[in-house]
């Protein structure tokens, strides 16, 4: 593992243990050429995902955008992040074994919204409001009350196609 201060590759590890819910291995490093210290974490990847665009782009799967906007969607709410973990290794679990390695967009935005659903509804409301490509006040209305209802919101509108863009062609 190469050192994120000085990009020695002789780093050692200096503690290994499980995360809370078992589904990586955190480890504490330290690096002898410069002492810095830092933390990595080793997952499990049952396969390597792609995921289609609505414009048809293919683009590699990445953990860590998916979770960067669930921390948007729940920027300032009162959820435990051992929860949000929990959330995102299901979904990612749910991707792995309902494709063979392609998943569209749409899935994993509506895998998202079931997950914040759970989690706390103001997050699923803001995710959503992104998703989905809210234009009015009449958007918010309607998915709050199929929420306030407990209805699925499969009946909002689905999210706008994109126009590409030059560089996309």
């Given at each position: 593992m190469r050192c994120p201060y000085c990009g020695s590759l002789d780093t050692?590890?200096?503690?290994?243990?499980?995360?809370?819910?078992?589904?990586?291995?955190?480890r504490r490093r330290i690096c002898p050429d410069c002492g810095g210290r830092f933390t990595t974490f080793e997952r499990v990847?049952?396969?390597e995902l792609t995921v289609v665009k609505r414009s048809g782009r293919r683009v590699p799967f990445d953990r860590d955008k998916l979770q960067q906007s669930v921390e948007v969607a729940l920027r300032k709410r009162p959820v435990e992040p051992e929860r949000?973990?929990?959330?995102?290794?299901?979904i990612v679990r749910q991707l792995e074994s309902m494709s063979d390695g392609e998943v569209s967009s749409e899935q994993v935005g509506e895998l998202v919204m079931e997950g914040?659903?759970?989690?706390?509804?103001?997050?699923?409301?803001?995710?959503?409001?992104?998703y989905k490509?809210?234009?009015?006040?009449k958007d918010f209305e309607e998915i709050l009350g199929k929420l306030a209802e407990g209805e699925p919101?499969?009946?909002?509108?689905p999210p706008p196609k994109k126009k590409r863009a030059a560089s996309e062609s």
């Open positions: 050692q590890v200096k503690d290994s243990r499980p995360t809370d819910d078992s589904s990586s291995i955190r990847q049952l396969r949000v973990e929990r959330m995102i290794n299901g914040l659903k759970g989690l706390d509804d103001v997050a699923y409301v803001r995710f959503a409001s992104v490509n809210f234009r009015e006040a919101e499969d009946d909002l509108p």
